[in-house]
T-cell receptor
Framework: SQTIHQWPATLVQPVGSPLSLECTVE??????LYWYRQAAGRGLQLLFY??????ISSEVPQNLSASRPQDRQFILSSKKLLLSDSGFYLC?????????????FGNGTRLTVT | AQTVTQSQPEMSVQEAETVTLSCTYD???????LFWYKQPPSRQMILVIR??????QNATENRFSVNFQKAAKSFSLKISDSQLGDAAMYFC????????????FGTGTRLAVRP
């Protein structure tokens, strides 16, 4: 069966510090991969998605970036965090080119920028 | 761009009663998919139900069913025999068939279940 791992679960970082959140998927190959952010009291905002290694689409211009160095690994990064980067970050995967298949989410990372 | 609107930030239902959560979307596409996700306090995103736009029959999953009105671009979720465990945030989501598989979410409805 497929599983998705996302870490860390909780992170507190000062403004201006770097960020690296990692997500890995097991039990499937060539997945679509996604990073979503959920701000307090708001819905899920798509940040990045990837349909293959090295293929990253950015939905929201900001100081965050994403990389997919391996087929089942998706990394969210920042060189310098802003207070507005605080939120709940969710990684997800879905089956490539099968839109009827749902997204499967990790357990999320709660990021607090102080 | 596709948008998904959930006009009810909060809803409340008595245990064992029925509640309907609203969702509308905006698209010029004719073929797409719609989903309802549940996010309990644990914040884990759980798929509740999905609907394919070309299917006229409304999807049903146990106590959960949808009212899909394609012409009106409406996709409401009905929860029957509400249980305390149904208390959660509920998100409506849209996925265009021809896109890069992006899923666009609404802002969510927080459902409280009164014992």
């Amino acid at each position: 069966s497929q599983t998705i791992h996302q870490w860390p679960a909780t992170l507190v970082q000062p403004v201006g510090s770097p960020l690296s959140l990692e997500c890995t998927v097991e039990g499937t190959s060539n997945p679509n991969l996604y990073w979503y952010r959920q701000a307090a009291g708001r819905g899920l905002q798509l940040l990045f998605y990837s349909v293959g290694i090295g293929q990253i689409s950015s939905e929201v211009p900001q100081n965050l970036s994403a990389s997919r160095p391996q087929d089942r690994q998706f990394i969210l990064s920042s060189k310098k965090l802003l207070l507005s980067d605080s939120g709940f970050y969710l990684c997800a995967w879905s089956v490539l080119r099968q839109g009827e298949k749902p997204l499967h989410f990790g357990n999320g990372t709660r990021l607090t920028v102080t | 761009a596709q948008t998904v609107t959930q006009s009810q930030p909060e809803m409340s239902v008595q245990e064992a009663e029925t509640v309907t959560l609203s969702c509308t979307y905006d698209t010029s596409e004719s073929d797409y998919y719609l989903f309802w996700y549940k996010q309990p306090p644990s914040r884990q995103m759980i798929l509740v139900i999905r609907q394919e736009a070309y299917k006229q029959q409304n999807a049903t999953e146990n106590r959960f069913s949808v009212n899909f009105q394609k012409a009106a671009k409406s996709f409401s979720l009905k929860i029957s025999d509400s249980q305390l465990g149904d208390a959660a945030m509920y998100f409506c989501a849209y996925r265009q068939k021809s896109s890069g598989d992006k899923l666009t979410f609404g802002t969510g409805t927080r459902l409280a279940v009164r014992p």
